[in-house]
């Protein structure tokens, strides 16, 4: 099942080169995957826990990195969001540039073999990577495997991780982050009706690195 928010693995590249270059001549950032409610979430969920504002942040697939300017304005301090695409961290740079949020740390990282550079984080954020990685034709499976155990090496112990979903249910994300996390808590998703049943379009979790 692909989710219709995303678009094929094959055109990330050329769907951020487009979006890169209707910032430079509009201003918009783009696409925020999951809409802004995704980001209030997260956000709300890190105020409620009362998670340090200097605690690292890493975003995986930041995109036009919209969500780590939501996270800077509400006040944290430590924030580095990867993508595997240059013409995304090059838009995520114009973006932040726009915003005066030069703190902000945005490399070019693919996430299946992360660099010696990314440090242990108390936080990682996905809306959308694990997603993109499972619709890879190209053995997803291992895929899959590598994503968690790259996870591992980036997260520290006791650090959260929160991911928002549209193509994985809460019972198959269980499953998948098995090894390495529990279960910490389900955040509310808007939901949606048909044939009689309710049901969620996203599913978003946060984990807890053992």
Partial sequence: LQCPLLPPC????????????TFQET???????FGEESMVR????????KVPLDSSVLDI????????????KAGYTNLT???YSPSAIQLSEKVREKE??????????????PSAELPGF??????GTFDAISLNPDNAVGKRRQYVRSLCSVLKPEGFFLITSCNWTKEELLNEFREGFEILEELPTPKFCFGGRIGNSVTALVFQRK
């Fill in 61 to 72: 697939g930041t995109g036009n990195g919209v969500l780590l300017i939501e996270l800077a």
């Fill in 81 to 83: 969001g990867i993508d």
């Fill in 27 to 33: 201003g918009d950032a783009g696409e925020i995957w």
């Fill in 42 to 49: 997260i956000i709300r969920w890190l105020e409620k826990q």
């Fill in 10 to 21: 094959s055109s990330w590249d050329a769907a951020y080169e487009r979006e890169l270059q």
């Fill in 100 to 113: 005066g949020m030069s703190h902000i740390k945005l490399q070019v990282e693919d996430f299946l073999a």
């Fill in 122 to 127: 108390q936080i990682c954020i996905d809306k």
